[in-house]
Nanobody
Framework: QVQLVESGGGLVQAGGSLRLSCAAS????????SGWFRQAPGKEREVVAA???????YYPDSVKGRFTIFRDNAKNTVYLQMNSLKPEDTAVYYC?????????????????WGQGTQVTVSS
């Protein structure tokens, strides 16, 4: 059974940084593609970063240049480094992994999800 546990969320001022972590059990991250999503109140869950098994990455324009997804294979953990945070980045952030190798850019691409971690950016 695959379980994902996110950590690292919190309250930060605009312009600040946070690093989210996603630890997996029952899944070796380096063998599959993974991603980070976010969902703000009243909005759809959207991808903010994705990484393929080979290490290719994808970012939507809204976070490109500010967010970075990367893996630590020794720790079996996927990270999301978020810099230059804006109030509009406020949301619950979710880690996800899929039963395939290629980049996943939409919610339906993914098979397993974490419980989410709140990120709040104050102005």
């Amino acid at each position: 059974q695959v379980q994902l546990v996110e950590s690292g969320g919190g309250l930060v001022q605009a312009g600040g940084s946070l690093r989210l972590s996603c630890a997996a059990s029952g899944r070796t991250f380096s063998n599959y593609a993974s991603g980070w999503f976010r969902q703000a109140p009243g909005k759809e869950r959207e991808v903010v970063a994705a990484i393929s098994r080979s290490g290719s990455t994808y970012y939507p324009d809204s976070v490109k240049g500010r967010f970075t997804i990367f893996r630590d294979n020794a720790k079996n953990t996927v990270y999301l480094q978020m810099n230059s945070l804006k109030p509009e980045d406020t949301a619950v952030y979710y880690c996800a992994t899929k039963n395939a190798y290629g980049l996943g850019k939409v919610r339906s691409d993914y098979n397993y999800w974490g419980q989410g971690t709140q990120v709040t950016v104050s102005s």
